[in-house]
């Protein structure tokens, strides 16, 4: 009987002690109730955009860079302290540091960055063949996108600690120093392309985030991104190299395939418009 629960459960997908309760159930009032729904909950590595990403893996870098211990502690505060970026909780911190893949080993004598080995292979390949574009003497472009709010301030200004209060100021005809922008403003998205001779002229691409919206990327999507290179393209000197991260609009799919989330009436539409017949 054993292991025919487990069979069931693994036949099913569905736990073992499920099986269990459902067989019980049934043993002592004969009927068997429909299992709750359980709300799918999003994870956080999904509710941050590669933008936000970029910026948390750059302040954990920066740790190394000042010859520190980025302990989780630290990694919390400093993102937290950055207005553009979400606040997080400690074990969000940790799943979401984890995501990005970082682990957590006991540092050798030798000390290096630790990344994933697949990440190591693409920096090896990276080096060698940007090296051997450079011996052949290629023109090499670089692109990348960023963000920029219309209320950023300067992290640090000029202040009178002569004035002691508003009504020190006034009386001596003074000011309290700069306001603050009660708020961070618009967002700009800016997507730029640049070489050792400097940015391409005419190759700025900047517009305007929408608003209520966490997620910028769904404004800095694959055919914008694309839309945009084409118009590039021509700029640039023959037989270039362009040098580009893999955000997710920079290598779009032209297809998507059905997945363990697609509905049966989609797999069922997708396989006909392949010329398989679904009986």
Same mark, same amino acid.
């Given at each position: 009987?054993?292991h025919?629960?487990?069979? @069931?459960?693994e036949?099913?997908?569905?736990?073992?002690?499920?099986?269990?309760?459902?067989?019980?159930?049934?043993?002592?009032?004969k009927t068997?109730?429909?299992?709750n729904?359980?709300?799918?909950?999003?994870?956080?590595?999904?509710?941050?955009?590669?933008?936000?990403k970029y910026?948390i893996?750059?302040?954990?870098?920066?740790?190394?860079?000042?010859?520190e211990?980025?302990?989780?502690?630290k990694?919390?505060?400093?993102?937290?302290e950055d207005e553009d970026?979400p606040?997080?909780?400690?074990?969000?911190?940790?799943?979401?540091v984890?995501s990005?893949?970082f682990?957590?080993?006991?540092?050798g004598r030798?000390?290096?960055?630790?990344?994933?080995?697949?990440?190591?292979?693409?920096?090896?390949r990276? @080096?060698?063949?940007i090296r051997?574009y450079?011996?052949?003497g290629?023109?090499?472009y670089?692109?990348?996108?960023t963000?920029?709010?219309?209320?950023?301030v300067?992290?640090?200004?000029?202040?009178d600690?002569?004035?002691?209060s508003a009504?020190?100021?006034?009386?001596?005809?003074?000011?309290?120093g700069?306001?603050?922008?009660?708020g961070?403003?618009?967002?700009?998205?800016?997507c730029?392309?640049?070489?050792?001779?400097?940015?391409?002229?005419?190759?700025?691409?900047?517009?305007?985030?929408?608003?209520?919206?966490?997620?910028?990327?769904d404004e800095?999507?694959g055919?914008?991104?694309?839309?945009?290179?084409?118009?590039v @393209?021509p700029?640039?000197k023959?037989n270039?190299?362009?040098?580009?991260d893999n955000?997710?609009y920079?290598s779009?799919?032209?297809?998507?395939?059905p997945?363990?989330n697609t509905?049966?009436?989609d797999i069922i539409?997708?396989?006909?418009?392949?010329g398989?017949?679904?009986v």
């Amino acid at each position: 009987m054993v292991h025919l629960k487990k069979v @069931l459960s693994e036949q099913l997908g569905i736990g073992i002690g499920t099986i269990y309760q459902t067989i019980l159930e049934y043993k002592r009032s004969k009927t068997i109730s429909s299992p709750n729904r359980t709300k799918k909950f999003i994870n956080v590595k999904d509710k941050v955009d590669d933008f936000d990403k970029y910026a948390i893996r750059r302040k954990i870098h920066k740790f190394w860079c000042d010859r520190e211990f980025p302990t989780l502690d630290k990694i919390l505060q400093v993102v937290n302290e950055d207005e553009d970026l979400p606040d997080f909780s400690l074990t969000s911190m940790y799943r979401l540091v984890k995501s990005m893949d970082f682990v957590y080993v006991k540092q050798g004598r030798n000390s290096a960055l630790i990344e994933k080995t697949e990440i190591v292979d693409w920096w090896r390949r990276y @080096l060698r063949a940007i090296r051997r574009y450079r011996e052949e003497g290629r023109p090499i472009y670089y692109l990348d996108e960023t963000w920029v709010n219309a209320g950023d301030v300067p992290y640090k200004v000029w202040c009178d600690k002569s004035v002691k209060s508003a009504r020190d100021a006034t009386s001596k005809g003074l000011t309290t120093g700069a306001v603050k922008p009660s708020g961070k403003g618009k967002r700009l998205i800016v997507c730029h392309i640049g070489s050792e001779d400097g940015f391409v002229p005419d190759s700025l691409l900047c517009f305007e985030s929408k608003k209520n919206t966490q997620d910028y990327h769904d404004e800095m999507n694959g055919e914008c991104f694309r839309e945009w290179l084409e118009s590039v @393209l021509p700029r640039l000197k023959d037989n270039a190299v362009i040098v580009m991260d893999n955000a997710p609009y920079h290598s779009v799919k032209q297809e998507k395939c059905p997945n363990v989330n697609t509905r049966k009436a989609d797999i069922i539409a997708w396989l006909e418009s392949k010329g398989e017949v679904v009986v």
